[in-house]
């Protein structure tokens, strides 16, 4: 069949199966996720039929963490690798495809997001006259040859093209995939930095959503877990944390932060809550020989404790935007939020026994700030009201949706809010970011534009994602 013609055979058919795949900055594996999708826009309709995580190598994870977090790399590894993971992710591909019994000719489509190894907005790169960009490893031909699937991949350039960063997109599908009209849905993603969607049912469905960054995520908790309870990674469940005793005085220092007085929409990163952060705020608080299970209690409650925070703030700016709302192309947008670059813990391999913190410092750390008149949140007296009808309810996603003790401290913040994870509607929570790509390539190929907020308020009506086929 000519090339062209296969494409209006998928937009035509009633049912199309596409798989998406999100190798994210935590850099340990791919997510893959089979889905089902009727429909677009407003009236689709989608259905995970398989997911799974696959891990990469310790060498595999070796050179895309060299990649995506040396200042200086040899242009030979950059293009031997932008086509080496494509390689590496047409096996896995090949191999869940054949595990999950389905056909390769059966899958209409990849999602394929790449890996990213550099972001540089121009609010970061600082340099006078040039361009945002963004770069992610793993080139698409090579997926689709070796596959035999048709690729949509490099969904973050037309976004960029058009005057925005290329992040966040995430804003786009929570829109999509996930509004309701009977109840106010803030979609919490915890991964090394939270982050959240507020999907509010009585905002025009053309309206943007309200989504920015809360503040930390695992990454600090991570770090402090590589640190002192190698070769852990992560805090299973939030076990070590529940062993623990909250430092109210660190608490405080850790919360004392500029970040926290800036009003949504806003984005940070990594490289604001960093080690060498934690450990002022340890030397302010003359907390240097806490305990590390008290240390990770107190990083968990300081994670919840801001996530809280943002979702109060989220949502009454859902009720004060709606008299502001901006149309969209035939799906829908988000509000103009800047997002940095999101690493994670594990990017801090190599790490001093005498100061944990030293290593990042000497890739040079922005000064800390730190806000003199916030000392702690009153979360007591917040309005957690919902902005529309119903009731508020979070849905978490991310590493962070399985850590027990951190879950249970939101929950106690959020007295009036129900909190649970994707799975309460049918999600995976390790699912739903491969599945926002998925969902982005069925918007492609069904002909739908989102829209791009350019830095003068002006809007452009973009597709997400470049075509490529198989032969």
């Known amino acids: 069949m000519p090339r062209f013609e296969r494409l209006i055979e998928i937009q035509q058919k009633p049912r199309r199966l ?102 540089a907005p121009k609010r970061i790169h600082a340099r006078g006259g ?71 049912p009585a905002a025009d469905v053309a309206s943007l959503p309200v989504t920015f960054d809360t503040g930390p995520g695992n990454t600090l908790m991570d770090f402090v877990v590589r640190t002192h309870f190698a070769p852990m990674k992560y805090d299973e469940g939030g076990k070590l944390a529940a062993e623990g005793v909250v430092n109210e005085d660190l608490l405080s220092e850790l919360i004392n932060h500029e970040f926290f007085s800036q009003n949504p929409p806003k984005t940070t990163g990594p490289e604001a809550f960093s080690p060498e ?60 939020a800047t997002s940095s670059t999101e ?29 003199p008149e916030k000392t702690r949140f009153d979360l007591a007296t917040s309005d957690s009201t919902p902005p529309g009808p119903g009731t508020v309810r979070v849905l978490i996603s991310g590493g962070g949706a399985h850590n027990k003790t951190l879950v249970d401290n939101l929950s106690e913040c959020l007295k009036n809010i129900k909190v649970s994870d994707f799975s309460s509607i049918g999600v995976h929570p390790d699912a739903k970011e491969a599945l926002f790509f998925a969902a982005m390539a069925n918007e492609f190929i069904c002909g739908n534009t989102f829209v791009v907020q350019r830095e003068d308020g002006s809007n452009a009506n973009v597709s997400f994602g470049k075509l490529s086929f198989p032969v």
């Not at 090949?94 to 999602?111: C, K, N, T």
């Not at 969904?155 to 804003?171: I, M, N, S, Y």
């Not at 008290?294 to 990083?299: E, F, S």
Request: aromatic letters at 6%; hydrophobic letters at 35%; one cysteine or more.
């Open 130 to 200: 040039l361009s945002n960009s963004t770069f992610q490893l793993g080139e698409p031909d090579h997926l689709a040859y070796l596959t035999g699937i048709l690729t949509l991949s490099d969904f973050r350039q037309k976004h960029v093209a058009a005057g925005g960063e290329g992040a966040p997109l995430a804003g786009y599908g929570d829109q999509l995939l996930f509004r309701d009209a009977s109840e106010c849905r803030v979609l919490l993603n915890v991964g090394g930095i939270s982050n959240i969607t507020v999907l509010d």
């Open 277 to 336: 952060y934690l450990y002022q705020s340890m030397k302010m608080t003359g907390s240097e020989e806490i305990s590390p299970v008290d240390l990770l209690a107190t990083l968990n409650r300081f994670t919840a404790e801001t996530i809280a925070e943002g979702i109060q703030s989220g949502l009454k700016l859902s009720k004060e935007s709606r008299s502001d709302s901006t149309s969209i192309g035939n799906s829908s947008d988000m509000l103009n």
């Open 343 to 371: 690493y994670t813990s594990e990017e801090l391999d190599e790490i001093s026994d005498e100061n944990p913190f030293n290593k990042l410092a000497e890739g040079g750390i922005a000064p800390v700030d730190k806000s």
């Open 18 to 119: 596409i798989l998406g795949l999100m190798s994210g900055t935590s850099i340990d594996g791919l997510d893959l996720a089979l889905c089902a999708f009727s429909g677009c826009g407003s009236d689709v309709k989608f259905e995970i039929l398989h997911h799974g995580t696959v891990s990469y190598t310790d060498e595999q994870q070796r050179v895309l963490r060299m990649l995506a977090t040396q200042e200086m790399v040899r242009m030979e590894d950059v293009c031997i690798y932008h086509t080496e993971l494509s390689r590496w992710h047409a096996d896995i591909v090949r191999q869940a495809l054949s595990e999950w019994g389905i056909d390769v000719g059966d899958v209409d489509l990849i999602a394929s997001h790449g890996q990213t190894v550099r972001h």
